[in-house]
């Protein structure tokens, strides 16, 4: 279980989140949404250990989370992947420098890149990838080392509308598969109901939890869904309540 507790992040005296507190069970998916400049992304990079707190806690199985040190992933909005590497040495990359054996880290490129759907395109340099395969090569990169949280900010933001409801789907298959704990932050209130298992939904800094929402929604879900439709008519209003 991941566990944040009474947390609190200032910068230059001005207070961005404040006395955060929730507990993500191992496994589940669970999206955080809120208007821009709210503190989304602060959030994710505390728990990556990109930001310290200004107080509070965050636990994984009841021990300090100490971040990027393997426990977990982190995949960006931006691609960040390695211009002169191909789509499986990108991938690769994290397991050398672990220093994973050469023939181990083939085998498990090869898995990842059957996952994401990359087979005909390993051979491939980032700038002959679509937006849509260049995610894919980064969520690939991060699976790779088998991190055990996944936190993934607005991931799919720069992507078409038809490209990100496919990628959608495609991270519900890979996480259905690999039953990682995952953070997902969106500004999208349809992506949110339609991936996760909870949606936590942040007000305007300094930042609290305005409401912690479970979708009692069985998958593969439809977006048309009268259900999805309801909830979507309730986050929006909490979210523009600011």
């Known amino acids: 279980m991941l566990e944040v507790r009474n947390l609190r992040k200032e910068f230059d005296g001005s207070v961005v989140l404040d006395n955060i507190s929730f507990r993500v069970p191992e496994g589940q998916f669970l999206c955080i949404i809120g208007r821009s400049g709210c503190g989304k992304t602060t959030l994710l990079r505390l728990i990556a250990g990109l930001e310290r707190p200004t107080s509070g806690e965050i636990l994984w199985k009841g021990e300090p989370l100490k971040g990027l040190d393997g426990s977990v992933g982190f995949v960006f909005q931006e691609y960040a992947l390695f211009p002169w590497r191909t789509a ?7 397991l050398e420098i672990k220093g994973i054996p050469k023939e181990e880290r083939k085998r498990i ?26 995610q894919r090569v980064a969520i690939a990169r991060v699976l790779a080392v088998d991190p055990e949280i996944l936190l993934m900010d607005e991931p799919f933001g720069a992507l078409d509308a038809q490209t990100r409801n496919l990628m959608q789907t495609e991270l519900l298959r890979i996480w259905e598969r690999e039953h990682k704990t995952v953070l997902f932050v969106t500004h999208s209130v349809d992506e949110a109901l339609f991936l996760a298992d909870r949606v936590i939904v942040l007000s305007m800094p300094p930042a609290k939890i305005k409401e912690d929402i479970k979708i009692n929604v069985e998958r593969p879900r439809k977006r048309t869904d009268p259900r999805l439709l309801e909830l979507r008519e309730r986050v929006l209003k909490l979210i523009w309540e600011g």
């Open 109 to 134: 490129v090869d898995h990842y890149i059957e996952l994401v759907g990359l087979k005909d395109a390993r051979k491939k340099y980032p700038r002959e990838l679509s937006g849509g395969m260049r």
């Open 88 to 94: 499986e040495k990108n991938i690769e990359f994290g």
